[in-house]
T-cell receptor, first 115, second 108 residues
Framework: DTGVSQDPRHKITKRGQNVTFRCDPISEHNRLYWYRQTLGQGPEFLTY????????KSRLLSDRFSAERPKGSFSTLEIQRTEQGDSAMYLC?????????????FGSGTQLSVL | GIQVEQSPPDLILQEGANSTLRCNFS?????LQWFHQNPWGQLINLFYIPSGTKQNGRLSATTVATERYSLLYISSSQTTDSGVYFCAGGYNNNDMRFGAGTRLTVKP
């Protein structure tokens, strides 16, 4: 069990640029979740996948945000035309998918800074 | 959506002391988890505890589902316990709401 892996650990970009983050879940986990965390707050749910199917995306923050999990393994989160308000920690989590509620395991996150 | 309130927001302890952190929910939940975020940002799952009591070493948690609250107990605190403790709850994993956290500082 290598845990949830996220890459990159830090990303600095200029306003208006596109950025993409990658998440590799725990290998046998079917469900994968993306969260955003701003300073002093708890994580905020964005979207989640059951295998390759994106089952909830209404809470993505805007149409500039999109996520994929093409083969049901790793996932990417893309932010287009970044804004300074997008600066935050982006966290990925996975769970086994054996039931509707089960333990979440988080990665170390990607810290995004938009200049 | 569910509102999650954590108390206290900040806590400073001397090493060896015990503490209790509280989490209140605005509605019933059937998925409740406690996490520790270390100073490097890593969120560690401490407990999945929708009801009842669980213990793991110096940590234990109790959830009283009918009264919509959960407690996290830390005994004989160590400096490595420092960080932010979050509770999160919802009906399923995809609708869990996190509280704002309790920031714990344990001094040697």
């Amino acid at each position: 069990d290598t845990g949830v892996s996220q890459d990159p650990r830090h990303k600095i970009t200029k306003r208006g640029q596109n950025v993409t983050f990658r998440c590799d879940p725990i290998s046998e986990h079917n469900r994968l979740y993306w969260y955003r965390q701003t300073l002093g707050q708890g994580p905020e749910f964005l979207t989640y996948f059951q295998n390759e199917a994106q089952l909830e995306k209404s809470r993505l923050l805007s149409d500039r945000f999109s996520a994929e999990r093409p083969k049901g393994s790793f996932s990417t989160l893309e932010i287009q035309r970044t804004e300074q308000g997008d600066s935050a920690m982006y966290l990925c989590a996975s769970s086994s998918g054996q039931g509707p509620h089960e333990k979440l395991f988080f990665g170390s996150g990607t810290q995004l800074s938009v200049l | 959506g569910i509102q999650v309130e954590q108390s206290p927001p900040d806590l400073i302890l001397q090493e060896g002391a015990n503490s209790t952190l509280r989490c209140n929910f605005s509605d019933s939940v059937n998925n409740l988890q406690w996490f520790h975020q270390n100073p490097w940002g890593q969120l560690i799952n401490l407990f999945y505890i929708p009801s009842g009591t669980k213990q793991n070493g110096r940590l234990s948690a109790t959830t009283v589902a009918t009264e919509r609250y959960s407690l996290l107990y830390i005994s004989s605190s160590q400096t490595t316990d420092s960080g932010v403790y979050f509770c999160a709850g919802g009906y399923n994993n995809n609708d869990m709401r996190f509280g704002a956290g309790t920031r714990l500082t344990v001094k040697p």
